[in-house]
């Protein structure tokens, strides 16, 4: 049975993928999922295209949330996916040092010093990397973000273009490298060798 959104870390890290077809609906779930954070007290990092950036901003202002305030404060990063992959690319595969001094700094960055600070992070570098052909990079980079989580505290939502996918071995490779899968709805599930939850 799927879980409620704002029940995901109750059974430790959370690294969920959102497969999507609609970015409309893509950034509604994004929005829903940084501004339960953000109304907690937990900081949002938002790593995506200029597109969904926008999207995701006007998302969180329909929840009467300021995107604006919030940014003075530190307590909202809008980061171009394009330009943080520049960060640690190497002859076209990420670098681990480079990638978790670029991460660490960042997440430090956004905790500001605070005690038991968890962020929520929504990424689509991979989906970058993997539109361009370099599944393999793309891979490469999900398997650093489940290593960073061992030593910093952050729910990290990735999201995937569905039109990146021709066969379904591509989606299942994705799941495993992730804890949840969400729906079209904003539940989550727990990922599981059975197809995942794509409609």
């Not at 993997?130 to 793309?138: I, Q, S, Y």
Request: aromatic content about 8%; hydrophobic content about 40%.
């Amino acid at each position: 049975m799927d879980q409620p959104i704002d029940d995901r870390r109750a059974t430790g890290n959370f690294h969920a993928v959102r497969f999507y077809e609609s970015q409309e609906s893509l950034c509604k779930i994004v929005g829903e999922f940084l501004s339960e954070g953000l109304i907690a007290g937990q900081p949002a990092l938002v790593i995506g295209t200029p597109e969904h950036r926008a999207a995701i901003v006007q998302e969180l202002r329909d929840r009467n949330l300021n995107p604006d305030k919030l940014e003075a404060a530190g307590d909202l990063f809008l980061l171009d996916g394009r330009e943080v992959l520049s960060t640690f690319m190497v002859d076209g595969h990420p670098s681990e040092p480079l990638f978790e001094a670029v991460m660490t700094d960042t997440l430090l960055r956004l905790c500001r010093g605070r005690m038991d600070c968890t962020i929520r992070a929504y990424g689509e570098m991979v989906d970058l990397l993997w539109k361009d052909g370099t599944t393999v990079a793309a891979i490469q980079l999900e398997m650093l973000w489940n290593k960073l989580a061992k030593t910093h505290d952050f729910s990290l939502l990735c999201g995937y273009g569905m039109g990146n996918f021709y066969k379904d071995a591509n989606v299942e490779e994705i799941c495993s490298h992730h804890t949840h899968v969400i729906s079209p709805t904003g539940e989550s599930a727990p990922v599981k060798t059975t197809s995942p939850i794509l409609h």
